[in-house]
């Protein structure tokens, strides 16, 4: 059966230092793969999603980047973070058409 | 571009009594349309879903349909419980728009006992 996995579940950094969020699916082969962002009392926002090793889309201009190295790690990262970035980051799998996506348990960053 | 209305939260009620959260889209061609819950502390997970017009999406009580004349998702129960305080999310996927979920703004709904 397929299973997404993030880590870690919990982070607290300082502001400026880097940030390195890793996801992967197992159990699937070349899936879409999609980072989320929940900011405190707010929505979900589509930060980053790809659809193939290498291929990064963005949705919104930010202080992240996001890297695809294999077909089923999606990685997110910051080189200095920002107070702004602290929320909870979730990482998203698509399976077939119409059935939605599949969410990772999420990572809850505090930048302080 | 496509979108998501729900209505706002907090949202507090009494066991056992009757749910409604409200969700509208805007969109263009048919989107799929979801619900998903998210339980404190927790990811999200996929609650029902509605692939075209007049579904009816339904899982653990929870109810709604795909009413494309209104353009609503509406989310209800008959009888909630206090193990369904959580927030609850309207989404819709469309493959004309990229095949991108996009998301409400999430409504917490509180039951006391």
């Known amino acids: 059966s397929q299973t997404i996995h993030q880590w870690p579940a919990t982070l607290v950094q300082p502001v400026g230092s880097p940030l390195s969020l890793e996801c992967t699916v197992e159990?699937?082969?070349?899936?879409?793969l999609y980072w989320y962002r929940q900011a405190a009392g707010r929505g979900l926002q589509l930060l980053f999603y790809s659809v193939g090793i290498g291929q990064i889309s963005s949705e919104v201009p930010q202080n992240l980047s996001a890297s695809r190295p294999q077909d089923r790690q999606f990685i997110l990262s910051s080189k200095k973070l920002l107070l702004s970035d602290s929320g909870f980051y979730l990482c998203?799998?698509?399976?077939?058409?119409?059935?939605?996506?599949?969410f990772g348990s999420g990572t809850r960053l505090t930048v302080v | 571009g496509d979108s998501v209305t729900q209505m706002e939260g907090p949202v507090t009620l009494s066991e056992e009594a009757f749910l409604t959260i409200n969700c509208t889209y805007t969109?263009?061609?048919?989107?799929?349309l979801f619900w998903y819950v998210q339980y404190p502390g927790e990811g999200l997970q996929l609650l029902l879903k509605?692939?075209?017009?007049?579904d009816k999406g339904s899982n653990k009580g929870f109810e709604a349909t795909y009413r494309k004349e209104t353009t609503s998702f509406h989310l209800e129960k008959g009888s909630v419980q206090v193990s369904d305080s959580a927030v609850y999310f309207c989404?819709?996927?469309?493959?004309?728009?990229?095949?991108?979920?996009?998301f409400g703004q999430g409504t917490e709904l509180s039951v006391k006992p």
């Open positions: 969109a263009t061609g048919y989107p799929s």
């Open positions: 989404a819709l996927l469309n493959d004309n728009q990229g095949g991108k979920l996009i």
């Open positions: 998203a799998w698509r399976r077939e058409v119409l059935n939605g996506y599949t």
């Open positions: 509605a692939t075209k017009a007049d």
């Open positions: 159990g699937t082969s070349n899936p879409n």
